[in-house]
């Protein structure tokens, strides 16, 4: 390959970076983390902070805004302007659950089905 085409190459690259996040085993139902994932989709990172913080006061909330501290630092570590960077995507799928049963009467029992999530943030800078 040529020094003209591998630059080209580096900055179509550039142009189109994905990067992904991670959180794993999050003891929410999948369906509850849905609620959050519909508001903060194709908004911005620090616009996305200051929702979470005025705005939404339930338990995943504080999930995801420490993710998205984490994102944030991460881009100060490596001297990238964070401002500029959207949430592309939330993926959320399920990871597993904790199974207990609560004791019923005459001798029965009823599941209860703790379910895990993981959740899986796609960062781009374009929206």
């Known amino acids: 390959m ?3 085409k591998r630059i ?3 900055k179509i690259k550039e142009k189109n970076i994905k990067k992904y996040f991670l959180v794993k085993n999050v003891r929410i139902s999948p369906k509850k983390i849905i609620f959050i994932k519909n508001i903060i989709k194709g908004k911005n990172l620090l616009y996305v902070i200051n929702i979470i913080d005025n705005y939404i006061s339930i338990k995943i ?7 998205i501290l984490s994102v944030i ?9 964070y401002k500029f960077f959207y949430i592309n995507n939330v993926i959320i799928g399920s990871s597993g659950m904790v199974k207990r049963f609560r004791y019923a009467s005459q001798g029965r029992y009823h599941k209860i089905r703790k379910r895990l ?11």
């Open 2 to 4: 040529g020094k003209r």
């Open 61 to 67: 909330s504080k999930i995801f805004k420490n993710l």
């Open 73 to 81: 630092s991460n881009y100060k570590i490596k001297k990238k302007n």
């Open 117 to 127: 999530s993981n959740i899986k943030l796609e960062i781009n800078k374009n929206k």
């Open 8 to 10: 080209s190459s580096i």
